[in-house]
Nanobody, 125 residues
């Protein structure tokens, strides 16, 4: 079983940058893909944000994240990061780190088996 702990959230202004990190433990980190998802206020569903393959070679982004967010991973440190730039108020959400069931990157929630507790990101206009 893998445990995930997110860090780096907070309150920022529109246009600012913010970096989220997620540290994993409990299973060899390099065996599986990692992803970031978010849940906006008042919404019941999670939205995919970005995903990265086990090696870091393949990255996937949602339309809303592409061009502004960068996902990366450090297998030696068991961490995955999400560098967010040009933040908008609509990026306000609880962001979740997730560990994939497989090594291949995916934006589908069903292909993730472990989730962090979530971290709040608030972007003020």
């Amino acid at each position: 079983q893998v445990q995930l702990v997110e860090s780096g959230g907070g309150l920022v202004q529109a246009g600012d940058s913010l970096k989220l990190s997620c540290r994993a433990s409990g299973r060899p980190f390099s065996n599986y893909a990692m992803g970031w998802f978010r849940q906006a206020p008042g919404k019941n569903n999670n939205e995919s944000v970005a995903a990265i393959s086990w090696s870091g070679v393949t990255t996937l982004y949602s339309d809303s994240a592409r061009g502004r967010f960068i996902i990366s991973r450090d297998n030696a440190e068991n961490t995955v990061n999400l560098q967010m730039s040009s933040l908008k108020p609509e990026d306000t959400a609880v962001y979740y780190c997730a560990a994939g069931l497989w090594a291949i990157a995916s934006l589908k929630q069903s292909e993730y088996g472990a989730w962090g507790q979530g971290i709040q990101v608030t972007v003020a206009s």
